[in-house]
């Protein structure tokens, strides 16, 4: 599946940018640097070289980085990678970006956004047909589209009569932060492996002076 999101971005933005204004235009960072520290314990070096197996084996292109020396990454001393591995292929883009370029390009065509809470619905027989609001309004449609991340498991609930239609979908804690460079910046994303669940550090070159950076996410 992560393969096939890889080739699917790149369309799939190019056809985002021709809805947004040239300003808003997002290009995807190509390059990861993955590196292997020891800050996050034995699962980083099993997930490191599952990652290695894997580009193996799906054919991928990967680099060695001698003495894992990262361009323009400078560490502490007790927390050097130990190895790095530069993948081309693999690259990141802003989500903040990508989120309000999608905006913008919905109310572009037409689409309105409120913002509030959805606390429940109204049916007819086995059938949703509206919506009502915190504040109180009644929306209704033909066909709704939940996207409430790990909330939408909840707000299904309310439909499903005992039968969920739906897998538990996991909340994840998680803290990010952005960083001016005093110094050159990094240039492409730098990550390390998964270290339990979905938690991988990533810092991610945000503009030329300022890095985002998600230190860890956790459950
Ligand atoms: C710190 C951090 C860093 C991450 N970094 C990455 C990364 O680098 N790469 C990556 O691929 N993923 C990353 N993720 C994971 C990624 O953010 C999530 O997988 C993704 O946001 C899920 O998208 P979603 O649209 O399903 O849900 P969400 O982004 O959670 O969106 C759901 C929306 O529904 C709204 N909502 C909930 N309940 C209701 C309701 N009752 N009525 C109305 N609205 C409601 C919420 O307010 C929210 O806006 C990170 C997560 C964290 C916490």
């Not at 096939?4 to 300003?23: G, H, M």
């Not at 020891?38 to 054919?59: E, P, T, V």
């Not at 990262?70 to 530069?86: E, F, G, I, K, S």
């Not at 492409?188 to 991610?204: E, L, S």
Request: aromatic share 6%.
């Amino acid at each position: 599946m992560s393969l096939q999101a890889l080739e699917a971005w790149p369309s799939w933005l190019e056809e985002l940018n021709e809805d947004v204004a040239v300003k808003r235009r997002i290009a995807i960072r190509n390059g990861t640097y993955v590196i292997l520290n020891s800050k996050g314990g034995r699962l980083d070096s099993l997930n490191y070289q599952a990652i290695l197996d894997a580009l193996q084996s799906y054919g991928r292109k990967f680099e060695t980085v001698p003495f894992g020396d990262v361009p323009n990454l400078d560490p502490v001393v007790d927390a050097r990678p130990l190895a790095a591995t530069y993948i081309p292929d693999e690259g990141g883009v802003d989500a903040r970006e990508v989120l309000e370029s999608v905006v913008a390009a919905a109310r572009g065509r037409g689409v309105t956004f409120l913002d509030d809470m959805i606390t429940g619905w109204n049916r007819n027989g086995d059938r949703a047909t509206s919506v009502v609001t915190a504040a109180g309004d009644v929306i209704e449609a033909d066909r709704f589209l939940v996207a409430a991340g790990a909330h939408s498991g909840a707000l299904l609930n309310d439909l499903s009569d005992g039968d969920r239609s739906m897998p538990p979908v996991l909340a994840g804690k998680g803290i990010a932060m952005t960083c001016e460079s005093s110094a050159s910046g990094i240039s492409h994303v730098v990550r390390t492996p998964n270290r339990a669940g979905d938690a991988v550090c990533t810092w991610f070159p945000a503009t030329e002076r300022s890095t985002w950076a998600r230190p860890t996410t956790w459950r």
